[in-house]
């Protein structure tokens, strides 16, 4: 029967209580991202949760601004709890390792807080990935961080997938010599965004923008496919920077396809991404079944700068609950064995070796006898529960199944369990 | 093989839909005509339709129950979901307008403290009175909204109209039109990755049609 929570029980919304396998998945998939990124040279950062409101969010996008949570502290100063970990990152870089031998390698793992309606994979408190590589202005440097995303969505377990890369600089270097109010310009990359071709043409037009500018601009949202793309957009490249844009990502998606990775790019240059720090290419990846991206990440060369050192930078970040939520990976958590009388000098001897052993060993604190014990066991699904005696031998009870065994012979089947 | 998921809005649309979907050569099955059935494949099998409420078209879209929908832009922009649109259909064709009793007409609404506005549409309507930096109070109906004003419970209201005889015919005028509004392709945005070839193919097929159906004048999504 299911009863109404308690007043005092209740959560606000967008947050949420993980427990059981999910929270076990979670922590699998923090281990295995840890080991990844530990292994291509990246170092961890802690970076704190809440900071001055002014720092985290003058460098965020207008949307993120608006999703930001907001608080004071007893001195009157706003406070806010991090959006993402990038600004963060660039402000420990730019202020604190100035010095340090380049490129510096970051990755953290940790939760973000955003004001967002909740909905599926869409929470306002999630838990975030990613990596900086910073002090690095190179096509290597694009294709390292877009490469690690690549390997990241496959060690989370997921095989369909696509990544949208694009180069903000195309569009940023076709608009140079236009001056738009930074609303319209926000109101046009939008609508490039949403790819209707009507709504952008009306843009385009009510914003005066010249004939030659616009005919680029309205191909955008068609600009999206495999590498021949490039040609057309080299064709209607209008100045010197839109085709540095363009000779940038050639140079990155050659180097994913020489290392076999281009079936998952998809390059797209109507790939906008409402951030206003990104500055080079940009990327998103999609996965089957959930229509906002799980992952994203780009290229942002001025953001540092504004905190001491001009480091330029590249990085992703990735939300494990939106891979969650599809990939519906749980992880068993019933331990390997039961043990009655735990604490017992006989009996403790064994549970440090099977603990030693790497098996996960509960023992009862309750006082239980053996059919309470059986019982609980089944309703936790634990496969076994061993019994302890006062003559050094144990009962193992598996299933219905049960049998006396002297502490060799225990050893020999803890062994067995474990591989 | 790979196949797409459509949803369709019931009801008013419906008709002029499935007509588009037959031209451009997909055979449907005779359930589908009368509107019982709500999930059928046409004939090849490559295409899976779903027909589901108008307003609730995006959120299937969105949440990749379906690859593509048809949805008003009405519906599409209350929504505010993350879509793709990269086609307009050039029929449904409607507006959402601001009305109300013939002397609001000479009311600058800006100096009205507590205009209240009836509406399905809060989102938008909230939006273009604070675009106009006018204080109003939305209150939010499911349908009829042409009551609203004449029985009192709201000033104004804002809804879709299409000739406008309903608006008259309860003695209301059209103050302002906020939004032209037609019937819309809309995608989801990992489909669109996850399935380029798939959805471009049907997007083209689908503009060919609308384009001839304008006499060509047409020259979207190409």
Redesign the interface.
């Given at each position: 029967m299911l009863r109404d929570v308690v007043k005092q029980g209740r959560i606000p919304h967008g947050v949420a209580d993980t427990f059981y396998e999910d929270a076990a998945a979670i922590t699998a998939l923090e281990r295995a991202l840890h080991d990844l990124f530990t292994g291509w040279g990246y170092a961890r950062i802690i970076p704190p949760t809440f900071e001055y409101y002014d720092m985290l969010v003058t460098q965020a996008s207008e949307q993120l601004q608006d999703e930001v949570f907001r608080f004071f502290d007893r001195e009157g100063q706003m406070l806010a709890l991090r959006p993402d970990m990038t600004v963060q990152t660039a402000r420990i870089a730019g202020s604190k390792l100035y010095d340090q031998a380049l490129p510096l390698r970051f990755y953290y793992i940790g939760h973000v807080f955003r004001y967002e309606e909740p909905?599926?994979g869409k929470q306002r408190e999630f838990t975030q990935a990613g990596i900086e590589l910073l002090g690095a202005d190179t096509a290597l440097a694009d294709a390292e961080a877009l490469s690690l995303t690549i390997e990241a969505l496959h060690q989370l377990g997921l095989r369909?997938?696509?990544i949208?890369l694009g180069h903000i600089g195309y569009l940023a270097a076709t608009l140079a010599d236009v001056s738009l109010a930074d609303a319209q310009r926000r109101n046009l990359e939008l609508t490039i965004e949403?790819?209707?071709?009507?709504?952008l043409a009306q843009v385009l037009d009510e914003y005066q923008i010249p004939k030659d500018i616009a005919n680029v601009i309205r191909r955008l949202?068609?600009l999206?496919?495999d590498k021949h793309i490039l040609q057309e957009a080299h064709a209607l490249a209008i100045n010197r920077d839109s085709a540095a844009a363009l000779e940038r990502l050639e140079q990155v998606y050659t180097i994913l396809d020489q290392a076999g990775l281009s079936q998952h790019i998809?390059l797209d240059l109507g790939e906008i991404r409402n951030m206003s720090y990104y500055t080079g290419i940009v990327f998103r990846g999609?996965?089957?079944?959930?229509?906002?991206?799980v992952c994203g990440g780009g290229r942002y060369d001025t953001l540092v700068r504004n905190f001491g050192a001009d480091l330029p930078a590249v990085g992703f970040a990735l939300s494990l609950e939106r891979v969650l939520s599809v990939t519906k990976a749980k992880e068993p958590i019933a331990p390997d064995i039961l043990v009655q009388w735990g604490y017992h000098p006989l009996c403790a001897e064994q549970v440090n070796r099977m603990r030693k052993l790497g098996l996960r060993v509960e023992v009862d604190v309750l006082n239980r006898q053996e059919t309470e014990l059986v019982a609980y066991a089944q309703q936790r699904r634990v496969r076994r529960v061993l019994l302890c005696t006062d003559t050094a031998e144990f009962k193992l009870i598996e299933g219905s199944q049960s049998r006396w065994l002297s502490s060799e012979q225990l050893l020999g089947e803890m062994v067995l369990w474990k591989s | 093989m790979e196949k797409l998921t459509i949803a369709l809005p019931k009801g008013r649309l419906q008709d002029q839909m499935l007509d588009l979907i037959t031209s451009v050569g997909y055979v449907l099955p005779q359930g589908a005509l009368t509107g019982r059935k709500l999930v059928f494949y046409d004939q090849s099998q490559q295409l899976r339709f779903i027909m589901a409420k108008p307003v609730d078209v995006p959120t299937y879209?969105?949440?990749?129950a379906a690859d593509l929908g048809i949805a008003g832009l009405d519906v599409l922009r209350e929504s505010k979901?993350?879509?793709?649109?990269?086609?307009?259909l050039g029929f449904g064709k409607c507006r959402l307008v601001l009305a109300g009793p013939p002397e609001a007409r000479n009311r600058n609404l800006r100096l009205v403290s507590n205009l209240r506005v009836a509406t399905k549409y809060p989102r938008l309507a909230l939006d273009y009175f604070y675009r106009q930096g006018i204080s109003a109070e939305i209150i939010p109906l499911s349908g009829s909204v042409e009551l609203a004003p004449v029985v009192g419970l709201a000033d104004l209201l804002v809804d879709l109209v299409e000739t406008g005889t309903t608006l008259r015919d309860n003695g209301l005028v059209e103050l302002e039109t906020l939004l032209e509004s037609e019937a819309?392709v809309v995608?989801?945005?990992?489909?669109h990755?996850?399935h380029?070839q798939l959805v471009q193919e049907l997007i083209n097929r689908l503009a060919e049609e609308i384009g001839q159906r304008a006499g060509g004048s047409q020259t979207?999504?190409?």
């Open positions: 909905q599926a369909d997938f696509q949208n949403r790819r209707n071709p009507r709504d949202p068609h999206s496919g998809i999609y996965i089957s079944g959930l229509g906002f991206p | 879209v969105e949440y990749g979901r993350e879509l793709y649109e990269p086609l307009r819309v995608v989801n945005r990992a489909s990755k996850l380029f979207d999504a190409n």
